[in-house]
Each structure stands twice: as C-alpha cells, then as structure tokens.
C-alpha cells in the first residue's frame, strides 16, 4: 500500500529511479513528543527516507495501516 499522501510534498518532488514516482511505505521506527508523532518512510524502489511529523489525532486516523504495512 503506498502512503505518498503522507509525505512531505518537497520529498515527493524528488524523482525516484529512472523518472517515475517513489513508492513510500512506512518503516517500524515511530517516535512521539508530547503533542506529535514523526513517522519514518522508505520508498521502495530507491531506498529514499522521509520522516513525516504529524499531530496525535492524524497519527491515530492512520495508526492502524501504518502498524499493519510497516516493515521490520
């Protein structure tokens, strides 16, 4: 499942390999302050990293499929 509507639009930007889009996934590395949650993503064609910050109650609206597709 790719989670590109969760990434950070200047990453988006960038060209994955041989010009097409990246395909972001989310890695098993979350971590959360007192009133955000940054979630780190790996595109799977390239190996690109984005971290995405966002508040307790986006993370929560997500948490399930990011828990589910995150990779070890």
Known sequence: MK???LIEKHDLR?????????YFVPTSQV?????HVSVRFRCKKC???STTF???EDYKTHQNLI???GSA
């Open 14 to 22: 960038t060209k994955c390999i041989e010009d097409k889009e990246h």
């Open 3 to 5: 989670f590109n509507h």
């Open 67 to 69: 828990e589910k597709f």
């Open 31 to 35: 971590e959360a302050t007192l009133d």
């Open 47 to 49: 190996g690109m990293l």
């Open 54 to 56: 966002m508040t307790r």
